[in-house]
């Protein structure tokens, strides 16, 4: 064997591990995304934010273990946020007494939250992150930082959904029935 067939040969081998560990990388990311990854969400540090409410006080995450918990981050900014608020309120609503827990989490300014709030009040507990919500959204899987944005935590603590974009009446009853079985 020549230099330059061994040398074609090692760059061959090379180019073929390299495709493999990308086919993999792609792989356990489109599965994370496509089934939630159930990872304690201690690791990204949801348990540990602590937010403004809008009519004053802090809104502290870690008052919400221990239940099933749908987490939305929204801006009064954003059309499609302001558009599915009132179907989390009603879904708020209808499962609060079954266990689940709602909390939206705004990213804007305490004064735009509160006024939009005032038009638009819902029932479940409102914290105001700011513009820093961007920065929290990335850390807990949308790498995008799009708005708006919704994780569904079960009882102990794991991310079993995250969903980038508007969330549909189905999202809502496919996840009450998911954490239900769980």
Not at 40 to 55: H, I, K, M, N, V
Not at 156 to 173: F, N, S
Request: glycine share 12%; hydrophobic share 45%; proline share 8%.
């Amino acid at each position: 064997m020549t230099d330059q067939t061994f040398s074609a040969a090692r760059r061959g081998v090379l180019l073929a591990a390299g495709a493999c560990a990308l086919v993999a990388g792609a792989g356990a990311a489109w599965w994370s995304r496509r089934f939630g990854a159930a990872v304690p969400p201690e690791s990204a540090g949801l348990w540990s934010l602590q937010s403004e409410r809008p009519d004053g006080g802090k809104l502290p995450m870690a008052d919400f273990r221990g239940r099933a918990l749908l987490v939305n981050f929204w801006a009064p900014w954003c059309p499609p946020c302001v558009e599915e608020l009132p179907m989390i309120d009603a879904f708020f609503r209808q499962h609060g007494p079954n266990g689940w827990q709602v909390v939206g989490l705004a990213v804007d300014k305490p004064a735009a939250v509160q006024k939009f709030l005032d038009k638009t009040p819902v029932g479940f507990p409102v914290g105001i992150l700011g513009l820093a919500g961007l920065s929290v959204v990335k850390e807990l899987g949308n790498q995008a930082g799009g708005l708006p944005f919704t994780l569904v935590l079960d009882a102990a603590g794991h991310v079993v959904e995250r969903k980038i974009g508007q969330i549909t009446p189905q999202d809502l009853q496919r996840w009450a029935a998911q954490i239900r079985a769980s």
